[in-house]
């Protein structure tokens, strides 16, 4: 669909910059370019020892919300390949593709539906626009050989999307879990796409992580499911403090759904490049097991024990991308405040929840790292905790404002004396002192406080 520029820039006015953005996450070890030292591979992102820390807490509430906190939900690690035939199945073989162009003159390729994107041509004389070739499908599964052969034979496919495996495994979750429609089945794990045109930083990337739920129901109950998945879901997001205006719904229009599809909604996100999808929530039908039926012989379906009708189960998924809702964390968050002395001071107001770190330990001066440093051990025990003992106080702060540690604790000289601590808040830099005694129940309350 093409874009218009000018509703874009309308939409992100008064945003922050996306190279600011990125520019913080690979100074400060969130998230930099694979291969880096070699120049760079395109669409591959490396998550840097707080990237990895806000991935992980993201990825752990997700769980809990979606798995762990339910009694109708089973969660599932399956292996990045799986059988060929799988992909024929889904549809994937034969569908899974982009439109794609190429410039006769200066080569550049394009997805057909993005052109306005591409710039102007380099390589022709008295214009500057390109010379395109026909739009021709180009299919975006990512391939490999599996054993020693490298044949048609031996061709396997990394997975596009984490849920085929999940139709895969329905009946043998299902028997062993004991559990009877309707349920779920829950994963997390990498997917990958060789998107012709990567782009916005992680948005759009050839490998990325997943989480999604398929949940299985009676077809006369998908709407009461589809509509509790989709509240499910914005709440969640409204958990991440993803600011409201920031946020919207946006229902498919019929001829955008996929042709198995009943129904579908994206929940946006408004980045600096405009309002973007984060997660997709769709009723899929029985297209997914009907069709794993057919291709694998084997019967998936399920038997309604007091009616005694035998069924495909109808799936309603929700489908969230981890990158991309950690790519609007850091966006949502990110803000250059101005203080009442005229600094600027850049901060990440990330919830409690996600913050890669939960508090820093900070002694006034390296004389005092001893008590300093123990105080770390203990509060290392229970959350993730940086200790900084080197340059001036104001600027450890900055630095811990700067990647969204909600607590800096700072041992100082009346310390010593007091045997209190004091405790600084991120958003509203205020401070108090704190037994050392007190110290882990206070944080502790502080901290269960946003869950
Ligand atoms: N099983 C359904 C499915 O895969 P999708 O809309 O293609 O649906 C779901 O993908 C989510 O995965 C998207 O909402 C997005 O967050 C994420 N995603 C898809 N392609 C991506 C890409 N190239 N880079 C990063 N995330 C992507």
């Known amino acids: 669909m093409a874009v218009d520029a000018k509703a874009v820039d309308d939409a992100t006015a008064g945003l922050p910059r996306m190279d600011d953005i990125v520019s913080l996450c690979a100074r400060r070890g969130f998230i930099w370019q694979s291969s880096e030292i070699y120049g760079g591979i395109n669409g591959f992102w490396d998550y840097g020892p707080l990237g990895v820390e806000l991935k992980n807490n993201l990825k752990a509430l997700w769980w809990q919300r979606v798995v762990r906190g339910r009694d109708d939900v089973e969660g599932l690690d399956s292996s990045i390949i799986a059988h060929p035939r799988t992909w024929e199945a889904s549809g994937h073989v034969e569908h899974f593709s982009d439109p794609l162009v190429d410039c006769r003159a200066c080569k550049k390729r394009m997805r057909a539906d993005q052109l306005d994107d591409a710039g102007p041509c380099p390589a022709r004389q008295g214009t500057s626009e390109h010379d395109w070739t026909p739009a021709r499908n180009f299919n975006l599964m990512l391939k490999t050989f599996v054993g020693a052969q490298e044949d048609a034979a031996a061709t396997a496919f990394l997975r596009a999307e984490t849920c085929q495996s999940i139709f895969l495994d329905f009946k043998r979750v299902r028997e062993s879990a004991r559990q009877r429609i309707p349920f779920g089945i829950a994963q997390i794990g990498k997917a990958f796409r060789n998107e012709i045109n990567p782009r916005n930083f992680t948005f759009r990337s050839r490998e990325f992580e997943q989480a999604e739920l398929e949940f299985f129901c009676h077809v006369s109950e998908r709407k009461k499911w589809f509509e509790h998945w989709l509240g499910e879901r914005l709440a969640f997001h409204h958990e991440l403090g993803l600011k409201e205006t920031r946020l919207r719904v946006r229902p498919h229009r019929p001829d955008e ?3 198995y599809a009943h129904a579908a909604a994206d929940i946006e996100f408004l980045f600096p490049f405009g309002w973007q999808e984060i997660e997709g929530v ?6 997914d097991l009907r069709r794993h039926s057919e291709f694998s012989g084997k019967d998936l379906t399920v038997t309604d024990e007091e009616t005694k009708e035998r069924f495909h189960p ?3 998924e929700t489908s969230v991308g ?3 809702t950690c790519l609007a964390l850091l966006a949502n968050a990110y803000e250059e405040e101005k203080l009442p002395d005229g600094e600027t001071r850049t901060l990440l107001r990330l919830p409690l ?3 890669p770190v939960k508090v820093a330990v900070l ?6 790292a001893e008590p300093a440093q123990r105080i770390a051990r203990e509060l290392r025990r229970h959350w993730s905790v940086f200790y900084d003992e080197s340059g001036n106080i104001g600027r450890r702060y900055r630095r811990q404002d700067e990647v969204g540690t909600p607590f800096c604790v700072t041992y100082d000289f009346e310390s010593e004396s007091d045997t209190r601590v004091t405790v600084r808040e991120r958003d509203s830099m205020t401070q108090e002192r704190i037994a050392v ?3 882990r129940a206070y944080l502790q309350d502080r901290l269960e406080m946003a869950r």
């Open 282 to 287: 769709h009723d899929r039908g029985d297209w």
């Open 363 to 368: 002694p006034l001066a390296k004389k005092l």
């Open 314 to 316: 109808c799936v309603i």
């Open 353 to 355: 929840a996600v913050a």
């Open 257 to 259: 759904l996929a042709h």
């Open 437 to 439: 005694d007190g110290l």
């Open 322 to 324: 981890v990158d991309r």
